[in-house]
């Protein structure tokens, strides 16, 4: 670990957690919180992620190692799937498909998230929310596993969104994507103070994990520690 944030303490649970395409770990945190022994992987160097990191290929990485943990993990490049990059004519390759074989290969229960942009290419995945959370960004992102992972109820979207990159007045959610404003608001809004700019624009709330960590280990029966 290279960043100086201060983990919060939680219970453990007995887990560990194999998080991939980690980026600077908002999920990660989520697992974390939810009691798992996290480690992270991604391709590039990620010096702000606060829990023990692996520079590697995501798919490679699980393939070899995937079976050495209780619970995988991972967010694959969305790039393929979000409207600028359509618009943009830019192609990206799928990389649920072949992270999900991997993942199935190793034989450990598993969840992939994407952006809703993904959903044809996901197995009956669940939706989850900001809004269901108390977050003041409503930032839909989609959760596929091969355990019965539930959602909760999904708020009505009242409070407008802001618009991009203008500061975010009061009653507004703030929508943290592309040339968005004021970093330090994001950080608090998504959750993660250890993060910069750009992790921001790529993360996923560590609230959501938590909330699909916490059903993860009730279903694997983890015994947590007071």
């Given amino acids: 670990m290279t960043t100086t944030y201060t983990l919060p303490a939680r219970p ?12 600077q770990g908002g999920a990660s945190m989520g697992y974390h919180l939810a ?3 996290v480690e992270g992987v991604d391709l590039h160097p990620q010096p702000r992620y606060p829990f023990p990191f692996h520079q590697a290929d995501a798919v490679a990485f699980i393939r ?16 393929r799937w979000t409207n600028a990059q ?9 990389l649920i498909t072949p992270t999900r074989a991997a993942m199935q290969a190793a034989g450990k229960p598993y969840v992939i998230e994407n952006v809703e942009g ?3 290419a996901m197995l009956d995945p669940l939706l989850l929310c900001g809004a269901m959370f108390g977050l003041k960004t ?6 596929e596993s091969n355990l019965p992972l539930g959602t909760r109820l999904h708020p009505r979207h009242l409070a407008p969104l802001a618009k991009m990159g203008r500061p ?13 404003t004021d970093a330090a608001r994001a950080r608090e809004v998504m959750g993660m103070p250890w993060a910069s700019r750009d992790g921001l624009r790529e993360a996923i709330p560590p609230a959501y994990t938590r909330f699909l960590g916490e059903q993860v280990a009730a279903l694997l029966g983890a015994e947590v520690a007071a």
């Fill in 86 to 94: 359509r618009i943009q004519g830019n192609d990206h390759p799928d």
């Fill in 118 to 120: 993904a959903a044809a």
């Fill in 168 to 180: 975010v007045r009061d009653g507004e959610f703030m929508h943290v994507v592309g040339n968005f």
């Fill in 138 to 143: 409503y930032r839909h992102r989609l959760f």
């Fill in 64 to 79: 070899e190692h995937g079976h050495e943990y209780d619970v995988i993990t991972g967010s694959p490049t969305c790039r």
């Fill in 35 to 37: 009691g798992f022994e």
């Fill in 12 to 23: 453990a649970n007995g887990l560990r957690l194999l998080d991939t395409y980690c980026c």
